[in-house]
């Protein structure tokens, strides 16, 4: 039994730094609420034929997947298990019973792929299992805004000074993805999810003296096809302000706000 469990850790610890041979065709799938199901493409880029298993699960805060959970969701996911031949496709499909889920909110699931390639022939080589996980958010028919704009909707305030907190309120009903936040350059969060009507407060690093100038908040926000588009504002001292989309600048490959 104590060979047994230094091996899984070891397993575990390989496949974090392994690059599997299974893709997906998307970083995120968004579940739209107008049709039964969802949909996304598994791909084998191997030349050697794989087993691929799917399941999907509620998010949990450390990371780790149980099937327990997901058999309570009101989802089915197929195949399960499913072979991949070289270079081969599968399209695994996503499909909501019509009950059960929010509806006033925008619900976010993890769809896990582990790829258990076939055992090596060959002495002293070690097959791994790759585990990827992406987001799944099910967005329900009917809600309000345009998710496209539910980034620069966020609600920020706080003064950039020592030691002080910068809170953000998400008013919208979609969840925002917000990575690399900073302060005049300097970061204050390498990612952030925001949840539909939710509150969070982050801590602001402590910054030079600029003098009168105000101090600039930026940020990256991925869409819904796993792109990011960049945001810029100025800080507005104690009041509530929204950060719109950085504008083009043509002295520069950046932009400003």
Known sequence: MKYAYLSGVLLTVISGMAHGAVSLSGTRLIFDGRYNEATIEVSNRSDAETLIQAWLDAPREDDQSGDTRAADLPFALTPHLVRLPAK??????????????????????HLY???????STAAQQLSIAIRQRINVFYRPAGLTGDPADAAQTLIWQGA????????????????VSLQDLRINGVEVADQRLLAPLSDASLTLPVLGTKGSEPEILSFKAMTDYGGQRDYCAPVQGGQPFNVPLRMPDSHSLIGKC
């Open 113 to 119: 792929v582990l790829e258990i390639p076939r055992r």
């Open 160 to 175: 950039p000074s020592p030691g002080a907190r910068l809170s953000v309120r998400n008013p919208t009903p979609y969840h």
């Open 88 to 109: 081969g496709k599968q399209t695994l499909r996503l499909l909501y019973e019509g009950v059960g889920m929010p509806r006033d909110r925008e619900s976010m699931l």
